[in-house]
């Protein structure tokens, strides 16, 4: 096996990854062709069939959240950091709970295609310009989070190859976007509903079967693998106690409760997932197919905690953190010890497919919203036929795919794991505060939604540029520059309660007539028309 610069994967796992991956694009492209929205119907395009099952449906929640940093990242994470690591999972399951007892059932009876139908329906007043305002922020966290998976491709063909080169590079980038953009602009919903799927069992799969092998390892004894894992990492007894990472200091402390409140409350504001949640067309379904992504999510963040113990005991961390100094490689080398070529083959080839999947729906996300929000509601006014509507969703999921493409291309030194969690605050500080205010505060006026939308945005973005992450620290984007202002990495803890109290202030400064769009909004929110 290769250590070096040259990469973690030997050449024989190589060509069974890029077999494995070429097949699975194939296979899943010309399913999506097979399912793609046939007619002019935007409600296929936008929702897909929404007469599958609830275990389905579950498969594709849980693909549309899962990516390649529940993979990779996490997993690394737990075998550099321990304890610390572990804290990081619980947050990701505990996360589906703000979505099972809060957001998904109001959302699905009130929504139609995007959450912006619900606000409408909320706001009839101000409906043209909170639409706008939730159409910027969707399209900046899901362009970050395309990002970031592109760039997450780069990072993963590192594991093979060493640092690629810039031709390397760019070749992996638009090869790997081009195809989301196939999915998203040809399938639509229903494209990205098989991915999902398939990435989904191919995921609890390989999981699962690399769970089985580490514990079977250490004789189904997990206070065998837990004192293995001890003396792998080299710190003893303080591998398995807090504070290995996020508890040196005070503003480590506050960092690492920032990340958790971001992911914990951004997941249930993440547009994609918003989406996923009106596509069951009862209620009934809808319950049914969360408790399937909740189960299904918390058995991956459970074997990727095992796994990220596994790999420091059969490892060592040292070698991990010398192939890899973020830990993305631990799975790869905890497989190559565990089950040569093959099962680091498949691995690999999972990775790849779970980033082409969120990706895809990211950019399906985005699309929807330009075309749905934007177009058909603000600038045509809801005149818009159906066919010209889907037209320009297919265009748009095009120039959201290429945006991507040309962002990662300039960018490819970008932290990927900093991307993703600002788009997780922008989510939690900026798009949740509208959907919990406009569903459950009777008072919440447009001009509420707006000053929450704008000003959570903002505030993200703002604290996130003044931070540690963009200049005073050698990780920086700009080391040698010094205007960190704000001392930690993650703006959630700021950014959050500032998105409320500002969707509260715009709400209270606003004299707002009572009209029956609020009974009218209640019932359905409540009951639905089923």
Not at 483 to 490: E, M, V
Request: hydrophobic share 55%; glycine share 10%.
């Amino acid at each position: 096996m290769v250590t070096t610069s040259a990469g973690v994967v030997d050449r024989f796992s190589m060509q069974l990854t890029f077999l494995l991956f070429l097949s699975v694009v194939v296979v899943t492209l010309f399913m999506a062709l097979l399912t793609a929205p046939h007619r002019d119907e935007i409600s296929e395009f936008y929702l897909g069939n929404r007469g599958m099952s609830a275990l389905r449906n579950g498969l594709a929640m849980c693909g549309d959240y899962l990516s390649a940093a529940t993979l990779l990242g996490t997993t690394g994470l737990v075998a550099l950091t321990g304890y610390d690591g572990l804290l990081y999972l619980g947050g990701t399951t505990v996360a589906w709970m703000m979505v099972v007892l809060l957001i998904a059932e109001p959302l699905h009876h009130a929504g139609r295609f995007t959450p912006g139908d619900m606000i409408a329906l909320r706001l009839p007043r101000m409906q043209r310009p909170v639409r706008i305002a939730l159409a910027v922020c969707t399209l900046t966290l899901t362009t970050l989070y395309l990002v970031a998976q592109l760039l997450g491709s780069v990072a993963l063909l590192t594991q093979f190859t060493g640092e690629p080169g810039a031709t390397t590079r760019t070749l992996c980038i638009v090869v790997i976007g081009t195809i989301v953009i196939a999915y998203a602009s040809i399938g639509g919903m229903p494209g990205a509903t098989v991915i999902q799927i398939i990435k989904a069992v191919m995921l609890l799969a390989g999981v699962a079967i690399t769970t089985v092998m580490v514990l079977h390892h250490y004789h189904w004894s997990p206070g065998a693998l837990l004192s293995a894992a001890a003396d792998g990492s080299g710190d003893g007894e303080r591998f398995l106690q807090p504070g290995l990472r996020y508890g040196a200091s005070t503003s480590s402390k506050l960092d690492f409760f920032s990340l958790e409140l971001a992911i914990v409350l951004g997941l249930a504001a993440l547009p994609h997932v918003l989406m996923r949640l009106l596509a069951p067309r009862t209620g009934a379904v809808l319950r049914t197919s969360v408790v399937w992504a909740v189960s299904l999510v918390g058995l991956v963040c459970l074997a990727a905690g095992i796994l990220g113990l596994g790999a420091t005991a059969v490892v060592g961390r040292d070698t991990i953190a010398a192939t890899d100094r973020k830990g993305d490689a631990a799975i790869l080398l905890l497989a190559h010890a565990l089950g040569g070529g093959v099962l680091t083959a498949l691995l690999s080839c999972l990775a790849f497919v779970t980033l082409l999947a969120v990706a895809a729906g990211l950019t399906l996300a985005a699309a929807s919203s330009l075309a749905h929000d934007v177009y058909g509601e603000v600038i045509r006014k809801g005149r818009a036929t159906e066919a010209e509507e889907l037209t320009v969703a297919r265009l748009s999921a095009v120039v959201i795919g290429v945006l991507g493409i040309l962002l990662s291309l300039f960018s490819w030194q970008a932290n990927t794991a900093n991307l993703a969690f600002l788009a997780f605050a922008i989510a939690a500080s900026a798009i949740l505060p509208t959907i919990v205010y406009s569903l459950f505060w009777r008072r919440f006026t447009g001009q509420g939604a707006l000053l929450s939308l704008w000003g959570g945005l903002a505030c993200s973005v703002l604290l996130v540029v003044f931070s540690p992450v963009v200049s005073s620290t050698p990780s920086s984007i700009y080391p040698d520059a010094d205007f960190a202002f704000f001392p930690l990495q993650n703006p959630g803890i700021v950014s959050i309660p500032a998105g409320f109290l500002l969707g509260w202030l715009g709400t209270s400064l606003t004299a707002r007539q009572e009209s029956a769009v609020d009974e009218e909004f209640e019932v359905k929110m409540l009951v639905g028309s089923e």
